[in-house]
C-alpha cells in the first residue's frame, strides 16, 4: 500500500504543475477553453485525492508517511533530499489548498474572462498550487525553504500580472523584497538548524530538539543566548514575511493591485498561512523556547489590533478585507505564541474558506461594477446581486465570529486559550484580540453595509447595467459558503480538544492551554452558549450595531467623527507612516548607499588613486626620466665619469673603514 | 565506448585551436561555410568533453586521463595533463558555453566573422588547457595565452571605450599573473620540478608561504575578481561584444577560483589558514559592497558585471573558510559542504551570467543601448523573450528550483557553522541579489510601453530561442537535481580539504 501511496502524493503534486506548464507553453496552442480545463482537471485530480488521502489518514488510521522520493544532492556527508511528511497536519492543509485552489480555478473563468493573459494566469495559479503543495508536504527544510520561495515567486509574477499598471509592478517588487526580508531570518534559522541539528529532515531534528534545548549560542560580545529562541526567532522572522507580521505586513496590502481570484487564493487562504503553518510544524522547537513564544505573541497581536484599525478607513473594498486578513493572521499568531498550535491551525481552516468567499464576494462585485474598487461609489447592491450579498453576509458574520458559524468556534477559541496562557505577553495579548473583536464587526459590516446596503451611489447608466454574476462565479461562492458556516461545528471537538493531530503538533506541559479548556469542553452546544457569559460575542454585536448606526441609520455620523478626530484619522490613513518610513530610509537609503560605495569608493578611490593613478604616476615618472635619456654623447660620457666617481668613493669609504 | 585510449584531453585542447586557425585561413570570404563550421567544431568539442564526463571514475580523486610528454628537456618542462573532479565540470562548462557563443554570434556580428569565430575556438582550446595542465610552465604559458584572443576579441568588436578597457583588462590581468610566475620559479627551484603534483607536496617555511600565496593572490583576486582589484571588469564587459562578455563571466572568471583551488590551497595551507580571515573578509566586502554598488547602475551589462562580483563573493568565502569551520567544528563535513558550494555556485554562476549577458544582447542588437533608462515596457512587444528573462533573474537572485540557489543556500548553510556573522552578512544576497536584479527587470521589461523604438521591437527568433532554452533547461536542471555535479567532485574535494588541513611548514 505504502508504494501506491506514494504514487498518488507524487501525483497530487505533479498534476498541477503538469497542468502550469501545458498552459503555460502551449497556451496558444490549446486556446483559452483548453488552458482552463487543463488547469482545473490538474487540480481537481490534486483536491480529489486529497481528499482520499484525508480519508485515508484521517479515518482509515493510515500511518504517518515519511519518505524521500529522491536525493537532490548529497554534500558533506549530508544527505538534501526532496520528501513527503504525509501526517494529519500536511494532510489537512493539502485538503484545504487544493480545494479552495480548485474553486478559485472556477471562478477564475468568469472572473478573467476578457482578460488577454488568460492562459498565463491558469498557468500561474497552477504552478501556485504545485508550490504550495511542495511546501506543506515537505518532510524537510530545504525542500520547505523551495516551497517557501516558489509561492513567493508566483505571488511576484501574480500581482504583477497587469504588467502595465505601475502600482501592480511596484507592489510585486515590494511583496517580494519584503518577503525575502524574511527570507532572510528564515535561512539564518535553517543554517542553525543544520549546524546543531546535523540534519534536515524534520524528524530527525525534532528528535535531537529535547537534547539540546539547553544549549547556548554566542553572537554578540559575550552574552550567551538560548540555542532555541535564536533559531525559533529566526524562522519565525521568515514567518512574519510570509504571514505579513508587524512590520513585514507592508507588502500584503499592496499585493491587492492583482486580480481578485490571486488575493483569494494566495492572499488570503493558502500562501499567507504558510508562516501559521510552519511554526506549526516546529512546535517541537519553539515549545523549547519561552521568550520566542512571548515574542511570537505580541508581534501576533499588535498585527491583530493595529492593522484592524487600518480596515476601517479603506475605502477599496478589497483593501479592507486585506487589512481583515492581516489582522485575522494576527489572531493565529497570537494563537501559536500562546501554544494554542491546533487553534491557530483551526482557524487557519475556517479562515480559509470564509476568507477566500469574503474576496471573491468582493471580486464579484468588482467585475459587475466594471472594475470599480471604490465602496463610496456602491450601495444598494443586495437588489441586483441577491446570491453574492448571500454569501456575502456568510462570509462577513464567520469572519467577525457570530455564534455558530465556523469563524465563531475558531476565533473563540483563540481568545479563551490566550485567556489562560501564563507566558510573558498574555495579558496584552488578550485585551487586543478582544478588542479585536469589535474592531472587525466594525469594519466587516461597514463594507457589508457600504456594498450592498444604503443609497446606490453610483450614476444612473451602472445602476441600470446592474445584474448577477455568472454561475462559474457564484457557484463557488455558493460551495465556499457551505464551510464557512458550518465546518467550525464539526472540526471544533476533534481538532482542539481531541486526537485529531495526533503526535505531530506538540505541546509542552505547562503550556498546554487548549488541554485546559478542553477539560471544561462538553460539545459545541454548550460551548455556544457557554460563548454568551463572556465579552467576545457581545463585542461583535456591538460592532454590528455601530456599523448599522454609522452606515444606515445615520449616514453622516462617520464624517463628523472624523472631523473631531482628524489626528487619529490622519495617522490611519498614513497606515502608520510605514511605508513612508520604508520607502525613504530603507528604500532611499539602500540607493543613497549604493549611488556613494561607487562613486566614492570604486570610481574615486580605487580607480581613481589606485589603478589610474597608478598609470598617471607612471606617466609622470617616464615623463621626468625620459630626460636622461637626451641622445647628446658628452651627456652619457658625463654620467659614466659621476658614476665611476661615486663607486670609487664608496670603494674608498670601503676601504678605510 | 571508452575514450580512456585516446588523447582525450589533447583533443579538447587542439580541435578547437586547429579548427579555429582553419578558420583564419578560410577568412570571409566562406561566410557560411565558417559559421557552420565553426558551430560543428564546437559541438564536436562538447561532445568530446561529454564523452569525458562518461568515463569519469567518480570514486577516484587522483588525476585521470593523464597525458604526459617531455616538452623543453633542458627546464624540465612537461607537457602534462589530467583532469579530476574540480576541473571537469568546468572543462564542460566552457564547451557547452562556446557553443551559445558561436550561435550568439550568427547573424549578430557582421565584420570579420571568420576572425571573431577563430578568437572564440582558440580561446575554447586555451581555456580547456588551463583546466587540465598539470605542468605549472604549461598551466602558465595557457593562462596568459588566453589574455590574446579576448584583447582581440574586445578591441576589435567592443565598444566605443574598448581601448581604455582593453588596455586596463589586459594590464592588471597580466600584473597580477607575473607575481605566479615568479612564485613558480621558486617553487621549481624547491621541488626541483614544475609539475604541480610536486608543488603541492614540497614542505616550505611559513614565510616562503605567506609570500608565495601573496603572489598567487594577486593573480587569482584579479582574475575572478575580488574586492578592491575587480574594477577592470564592470570595463571590460561593457565595451565587450556579448559573446566576448559571456565567455569573460562564465570561464574566465572561473579561473581564478581554479587557481585559488589548485595552486593557494594545496601549495600553501598554512598561508591560507594564516590569511583566511582576510579572504573571508574581502568576500563579504564583494557580497555585501557590490551588491549595493549593482543598485544603482545604470548599465545593464554593468550591472550583471557588478552582480558577478558579488556571487564570485561566495566562491571566495566558500573556498577559506573550512579553516574556521574545521577549528569551530572539528569535522571536515561543513567545510566540504562550503567548498562544493563554492564551485557549485562558479558553475552555476557559468550558465546564469552566460543568460543575463545574452539576454542583453538580445535587446542590445535591436536598441543599439545597454542602459536601463532607453527601455520600460519591453514585455509588451517581447513576450517570449521577456519570460526567459524572468527566469533568468530570479536565478540571478538565487531563487530555489535554479541552479543559482545550490550554491549560494550551501555557503550560507556552512559559514553559519564558521561564525553567525559570516552567514549573516553573507545572507544579505537574498536581500540584495533580488534587489537588484527584480528592480532592473521591473525598468527594463515591466510597465507601459515609454518610447517607440520599444513598441517596434520584434520578439526573439529561433536561434536566440534555442540559446535561451538550452540555458533554461541546464538552469533549471541544475536547480532540480544537482547531484550530479556534486557526485563529480566530491573525491576530489574531499582530498583538498584533508590536504589544504595538513600543515606543511617546518
Known amino acids: ?657 | 565506448m571508452t575514450v580512456s585510449n585516446l588523447p582525450i584531453l589533447s583533443m579538447l585542447i587542439w580541435t578547437p585551436i586547429i579548427g579555429g586557425i582553419w578558420t583564419l585561413i578560410a577568412g570571409d570570404r566562406q561566410e557560411q561555410t565558417v559559421k557552420y563550421f565553426s558551430l560543428a567544431v564546437s559541438i564536436l568539442t562538447f561532445v568530446f568533453s561529454v564523452l569525458l564526463y562518461l568515463d569519469f571514475d567518480n570514486a577516484s580523486a587522483s588525476m585521470q586521463f593523464v597525458e604526459r610528454v617531455s616538452w623543453i628537456k633542458a627546464f624540465d618542462i612537461q607537457y602534462y595533463l589530467g583532469v579530476d573532479g574540480i576541473a571537469l565540470p568546468l572543462i564542460l562548462l566552457t564547451c557547452f558555453t562556446t557553443i551559445l557563443v558561436v550561435l550568439a554570434a550568427w547573424e549578430v556580428i557582421e565584420k570579420h566573422i571568420s576572425y571573431y569565430m577563430a578568437a572564440f575556438l582558440i580561446l575554447t582550446g586555451l581555456m580547456n588547457g588551463v583546466f587540465v595542465a598539470l605542468d605549472a610552465i604549461l598551466f602558465y604559458v595557457f593562462w596568459e595565452a588566453m589574455l590574446i584572443p579576448m584583447f582581440i576579441i574586445i578591441g576589435i568588436w567592443g565598444g566605443p571605450n574598448r581601448v581604455y578597457a582593453t588596455i586596463k583588462f589586459f594590464l592588471y590581468t597580466f600584473l597580477g599573473s607575473v607575481f605566479m610566475l615568479v612564485a613558480f620559479l621558486y617553487l621549481y627551484a624547491k621541488a626541483g620540478s614544475f609539475e604541480i603534483s610536486a608543488m603541492h607536496d614540497v614542505a616550505l617555511t611559513l614565510q616562503a608561504q605567506k609570500l608565495i600565496f601573496i603572489a598567487f593572490f594577486l593573480a587569482f583576486a584579479v582574475k575572478i575578481p575580488m574586492w578592491p582589484v575587480h574594477t577592470w571588469l564592470p570595463d571590460a564587459h561593457v565595451e565587450a561584444p556579448t559573446g566576448g562578455s559571456v565567455i569573460l563571466a562564465a570561464i574566465m572568471l572561473k579561473m581564478g577560483g581554479y587557481g585559488f583551488l589548485r595552486f593557494s590551497l594545496p601549495i600553501t595551507p598554512d598561508a591560507s589558514l594564516h590569511f583566511d580571515d582576510f579572504m573571508i573578509v574581502l568576500s563579504l566586502i564583494a557580497v555585501v559592497y557590490i551588491g549595493f554598488v549593482a543598485l544603482v547602475q545604470e548599465d545593464m551589462k554593468k550591472l550583471i558585471a557588478y552582480s558577478s562580483i558579488s556571487h564570485m563573493g561566495f566562491v571566495t568565502l566558500g573556498f577559506f573558510i573550512p579553516f574556521t569551520i574545521v577549528a569551530n567544528t572539528g569535522e571536515t563535513s561543513g567545510a566540504i559542504m562550503g567548498m562544493e558550494g563554492a564551485m557549485m555556485q562558479m558553475i552555476s554562476h557559468g550558465f546564469i551570467s552566460a543568460a543575463m549577458f545574452l539576454c542583453v544582447g538580445v535587446m542590445y542588437d535591436r536598441m543599439h543601448s545597454r542602459m536601463i533608462k532607453d527601455y520600460g515596457g519591453v514585455v509588451n512587444s517581447m513576450p517570449y523573450f521577456a519570460a526567459f528573462m524572468l527566469l533568468f533573474a530570479m536565478a540571478n537572485s538565487g531563487l530555489p528550483g535554479t541552479s543559482g540557489f545550490v550554491g549560494e543556500f550551501l555557503v550560507i548553510l556552512s559559514s553559519f557553522e564558521a561564525s553567525f556573522w559570516i552567514a549573516f552578512f553573507a545572507a544579505f544576497t537574498l536581500i540584495l541579489g533580488a534587489a537588484y536584479t527584480l528592480w532592473m527587470y521591473k525598468r527594463v521589461i515591466f510597465g507601459d510601453v515609454t518610447r517607440e523604438e520599444v513598441a517596434e521591437l520584434t520578439d526573439i527568433n529561433a536561434r536566440e530561442t534555442l540559446i535561451l532554452v538550452l540555458l533554461a533547461i541546464v538552469v533549471l536542471l541544475f536547480g532540480v537535481w544537482p547531484a550530479p555535479v556534486f557526485d563529480v567532485m566530491h573525491a576530489s574535494v574531499e582530498q583538498l580539504i584533508n590536504h589544504s588541513l595538513q600543515s606543511k611548514a617546518f
Not at chain 1, 611 to 638: D, E, K, M, P
Open chain 1, 1 to 657: 500500500m505504502s508504494e501506491h501511496m506514494e504514487n498518488i502524493y507524487l501525483a497530487i503534486v505533479l498534476s498541477p504543475l503538469i497542468g502550469s506548464i501545458i498552459a503555460g507553453l502551449f497556451g496558444k496552442l490549446i486556446g483559452r477553453s483548453g488552458a482552463h480545463w487543463v488547469t482545473i482537471i490538474g487540480v481537481a485530480v490534486a483536491s480529489i485525492l486529497s481528499m482520499f488521502v484525508y480519508k485515508h489518514h484521517m479515518f482509515d488510521g493510515a500511518p504517518d508517511y515519511n519518505a524521500a522520493v529522491y536525493t537532490w544532492l548529497s554534500s558533506g556527508g549530508i544527505n538534501f533530499e526532496v520528501g513527503f511528511l504525509i501526517d494529519p497536519l500536511s494532510v489537512t492543509m493539502m485538503v484545504v489548498v487544493t480545494f479552495v485552489s480548485w474553486m478559485i480555478h472556477i471562478y477564475t473563468i468568469g472572473y478573467m474572462h476578457d482578460d488577454p493573459g488568460y492562459q498565463r494566469f491558469f498557468s500561474y495559479i497552477s504552478l501556485f498550487t504545485f508550490a504550495m503543495l511542495m511546501l506543506v508536504m515537505s518532510n524537510n527544510f530545504m525542500q520547505l525553504f523551495f516551497g517557501w520561495e516558489a509561492v513567493g515567486l508566483v505571488s511576484y509574477l501574480l500581482i504583477g500580472f497587469w504588467y502595465k499598471k505601475d502600482t501592480a509592478i511596484f507592489a510585486n517588487l515590494k511583496a517580494f523584497l519584503v518577503n525575502r526580508v524574511g527570507d532572510f531570518g528564515f535561512l539564518l534559522g535553517i543554517a542553525a538548524v543544520l549546524m546543531y541539528f546535523n540534519s534536515l529532515d524534520y524528524f530527525e531534528v525534532f528528535a535531537q530538539a529535547e537534547g539540546l534545548a539547553d544549549t547556548t549560542i554566542v553572537i554578540f560580545g559575550d552574552h550567551a543566548w538560548s540555542l532555541m529562541t535564536v533559531i525559533c526567532i529566526c524562522l519565525f522572522i521568515g514567518a512574519m514575511g510570509k504571514s505579513a507580521q508587524v512590520p513585514l505586513h507592508v507588502w500584503l496590502p499592496d499585493s491587492m493591485e492583482g486580480p481578485t481570484p490571486i488575493s483569494a487564493l494566495i492572499h488570503a487562504a493558502t500562501m499567507v498561512t504558510a508562516g501559521i503553518f510552519m511554526v506549526s510544524r516546529m512546535s517541537p522547537l519553539f515549545e523549547l523556547s519561552e521568550t520566542a513564544l512571548s515574542f511570537i505573541l505580541i508581534i501576533g497581536s499588535i498585527t491583530a489590533l493595529f492593522m484592524g484599525f487600518l480596515g476601517l478607513v479603506q475605502n477599496d473594498i478589497k483593501r479592507v478585507v486585506a487589512y481583515s486578513t492581516l489582522s485575522q493572521l494576527g489572531y493565529m499568531t497570537v494563537a501559536l505564541g500562546a501554544s494554542a498550535y491546533a487553534a491557530a491551525m483551526f482557524h487557519l481552516v475556517t479562515h480559509a474558506f470564509f476568507k477566500a468567499l469574503l474576496f471573491l464576494a468582493a471580486g464579484s462585485v468588482i467585475i459587475i461594477m466594471h472594475h470599480e474598487q471604490d465602496m463610496r461609489k456602491m450601495g444598494g447592491l443586495y437588489k441586483k446581486m441577491p446570491i453574492t450579498w448571500i454569501t456575502c453576509f456568510v462570509g462577513s458574520i464567520a469572519l467577525i465570529g457570530f455564534p455558530g458559524t465556523s469563524g465563531f468556534f475558531s476565533k473563540d477559541a483563540i481568545i479563551e486559550a490566550v485567556h489562560h496562557s501564563q507566558i510573558f505577553g498574555s495579558t496584552f495579548a488578550y485585551y487586543a484580540v478582544l478588542s479585536g473583536v469589535f474592531i472587525t464587526a466594525l469594519y466587516s459590516f461597514r463594507l457589508f453595509f457600504m456594498t450592498f446596503h444604503g443609497e446606490e451611489r453610483m450614476d444612473k447608466e451602472t445602476w441600470m447595467h446592474l445584474h448577477e454574476a455568472p454561475a462559474v462565479v457564484t457557484v463557488p461562492l455558493s460551495v465556499l459558503a457551505i464551510p464557512s458556516l458550518i465546518l467550525g461545528a464539526f472540526l471544533i471537538g476533534p481538532m482542539l480538544f481531541g486526537d485529531y493531530f495526533g503526535n505531530t503538533i506538540y505541546v509542552a506541559e505547562k503550556h498546554n492551554v487548549l488541554h485546559e479548556i478542553g477539560s471544561h469542553y462538553e460539545g459545541i452546544m454548550l460551548f455556544t452558549l457557554y460563548a454568551f457569559k463572556h465579552p467576545p460575542v457581545y463585542l461583535a454585536f456591538a460592532g454590528i450595531f455601530v456599523a448599522w448606526l454609522c452606515y444606515i441609520k445615520f449616514p453622516d455620523w462617520p464624517g463628523l467623527i472624523v472631523s473631531r478626530i482628524k489626528w487619529i484619522h490622519c495617522i490611519l490613513e498614513k497606515k502608520y507612516g510605514f511605508d513612508e518610513f520604508n520607502q525613504k530610509v530603507f528604500a532611499g537609503g539602500t540607493r543613497c548607499l549604493g549611488r556613494m560605495l561607487w562613486k566614492y569608493g570604486d570610481i574615486s578611490i580605487i580607480d581613481g588613486i589606485f589603478v589610474n593613478g597608478t598609470a598617471r604616476s607612471v606617466g609622470i615618472i617616464s615623463s621626468v626620466i625620459r630626460h636622461i635619456q637626451s641622445g647628446y654623447l658628452y651627456h652619457y660620457a658625463f654620467a659614466i665619469i659621476l658614476g665611476l666617481l661615486v663607486l670609487i668613493a664608496v670603494f674608498v669609504h670601503g676601504v678605510l673603514n
